[in-house]
């Protein structure tokens, strides 16, 4: 029997975005900028919108594919699809949940989507007043830990401690993103660089992680569509095949209060190894790669999970000239990502990889074959896929 | 007096009861983690099961009060308005050497721009809310 794999099995067509607002100021409703994003993907891919059989999202998007179907007046749904988990855990999970879905004929042209727009509703980092916490929140709660920053920071702490991190490394991290955003005229953050005296000096949201360690929040919607890969030469742009996608997160990762047993990790110690092994591709494969920040020292434990260097090296790998595009050893988030692009919940970062991909980056890496993309660290369930060109196959 | 400002979400216990022995607990002073009976495996937060074995027969038992801070860290922007203007405070998560080295949450407390060493040793001491709707008490840590 060959081996199951998605590996070369389906393509993106094409890629869509809504312009990126700061939280708050999406001046269309949710809905509407989901609608926008997926006209835009099926602009970039050239096809018609009815051509549209199936829906993949992932923390609990609000925008459900029924009514996404019926706006769109589409002939049959067939897929529709929610990956459990909150934050950005399941931005390459819905990617690889389309891609089995059509890899396997159960649809034929799935869009993967998210859209946010936090003004019409709750902020991430911001908790409602008074109120009662039950379960897990009961224990975090009351002692003031209720934003994302509040619940990771710990994990980043005890990683920085046991392997004697320097505030470097996780200031590298945010300079690159605010430099690749500087050529990025999507990104809010182009036109505002960002220079190592500035992060010093900014201040602290909870130690160890300084304003510039921290996502932006944002309003927006992004749109991939995925397709056979025997179909994928028939589109407007150079298809982007999917080698490996990868979803979990190891050993009782999601104990209640803190109790991880593996607790300094970004969640993807079994995750990563599954991914090269579909992929069939080692660490030094890689030409670039997109990886979720919402906080920088998530980035770096997925770095160190993801083979790129080892927690001893971080200190002397992680800096801003190794990140950065065209010549950096790893350019990592060359659209300027959550940090500096937009927070659209890290699919801007599957959109950036297809980007590389294609040649079309504002910030390319030459002659890229392999694109990677890690999403949301910390989290459970996590979740990474690589994409790669048609002479990857 | 209460390590934080009075106005944060007051916690209750689960519809299901799971861990309604655990506050009912801390209201007699008293800090339980689960311990299941069969295979005498320690357990925190509650589950229904033990992770361990797999048995159902898990129990609640008392411990010391004894930890080590594991990990910490010190929030200063304020995501609640009950924290507008309050400043920074710690929050340590605390292994229990006692209990399988299981893990627990709550504010370090004394001075809140203090150092923070992991591995110091910590007690637990209990701060009651009463006049909260419905009451409760928090298990909170101070430096032993």
């Known amino acids: ?393 | 007096m209460s390590y934080l400002p009075s106005g944060l979400p007051i916690p209750v216990p689960e519809n299901d009861g799971l861990d309604k022995p655990y506050w009912d607990a801390t209201r007699r002073g008293e800090l339980l983690v689960q311990r299941c009976k069969k295979c005498g495996t320690f357990q925190w937060g509650p589950e229904w099961i033990c992770h361990k074995c797999l048995s159902f027969d898990v129990d609640w038992h008392k411990v010391s009060g004894k930890g080590r801070i594991y990990s910490w860290e010190r929030p200063w922007h304020p995501v609640h308005p009950a924290l507008k203007d309050h400043g920074p405070y710690i929050v340590v998560l605390v292994e229990l050497p006692d209990a399988g080295n299981v893990r627990m949450l709550g504010n370090l407390l004394g001075n809140p721009k203090q150092e923070v060493h992991i591995g110091a040793e910590v007690q637990a001491v209990f701060e009651p809310h009463d006049d909260a709707k419905p009451p409760f008490t928090l298990v909170q840590w101070k430096l032993a």
């Open chain 1, 1 to 393: 029997m060959s081996k199951r794999t998605l590996r070369g099995k389906v393509a993106i067509a094409g890629v869509g975005e809504t312009p990126y607002y700061k939280h708050g100021k999406a001046p269309v409703s949710e809905f509407k900028l989901a609608l926008q994003a997926i006209l835009a993907a099926c602009e970039d891919a050239g096809i018609d919108p009815r051509r549209i059989d199936g829906f993949a999202s992932y923390s609990n998007d609000r925008n459900e594919p029924s009514r996404l179907a019926a706006a769109l007046g589409l002939p049959a749904l067939r897929f529709s699809n929610m990956n459990w988990g909150g934050g950005g855990g399941g931005g390459s999970a819905a990617m690889g949940n389309a891609a089995a879905a059509v890899a396997c004929g159960m649809a034929n042209c799935v869009v993967v989507f998210r859209a946010l727009a936090q003004g019409q509703f709750q902020r991430f980092g911001a908790a409602p007043p008074g109120g009662v916490a039950a379960g897990e929140a009961a224990l975090n709660a009351p002692y003031g830990v209720m934003s994302p920053a509040q619940r990771y920071a710990m994990r980043a702490m005890r990683f920085l401690h046991e392997n004697n991190i320097a505030p470097s490394a996780q200031r590298a991290i945010a300079l690159a993103s605010y430099h690749h955003a500087q050529s990025n005229p999507r990104a809010v953050m182009h036109g505002r660089p960002l220079t190592a005296e500035a992060y010093d000096q900014s201040r602290w949201i909870v130690e160890p992680w300084r304003l510039f360690d921290c996502c932006q929040e944002n309003d927006g919607a992004a749109a991939l569509i995925v397709v056979p890969a025997e179909e994928a030469r028939d589109f407007k742009h150079k298809p982007a095949y999917l080698l490996g996608s990868a979803q979990g997160s190891e050993y009782r990762n999601g104990a209640r209060s803190h109790n991880a047993p593996l607790y300094a990790t970004s969640s993807f110690t079994t995750v990563a190894p599954q991914l090269y092994d579909m992929a069939g591709l080692k660490p030094k494969d890689v030409d670039v790669v997109q990886s979720y920040e919402n906080f920088t020292g998530g980035v770096l434990m997925s770095l160190v999970e993801h083979g790129f260097f080892t927690a001893e090296d971080a200190n002397d790998f992680l800096t801003p000239e190794n990140l950065m595009a065209p010549t950096g050893k790893l350019p990592l988030n060359t659209s300027g990502g959550n940090l500096a692009e937009c927070y659209m919940h890290g699919l801007e970062l599957q959109i950036e990889a297809v980007r590389q991909i294609r040649g079309a980056s504002t910030a390319q890496v030459p002659e890229t074959d392999v694109s990677m993309v890690i999403s949301g660290p910390m989290v459970t369930p996590v979740s990474s896929m690589i994409f790669g060109t048609e002479a990857t196959l």
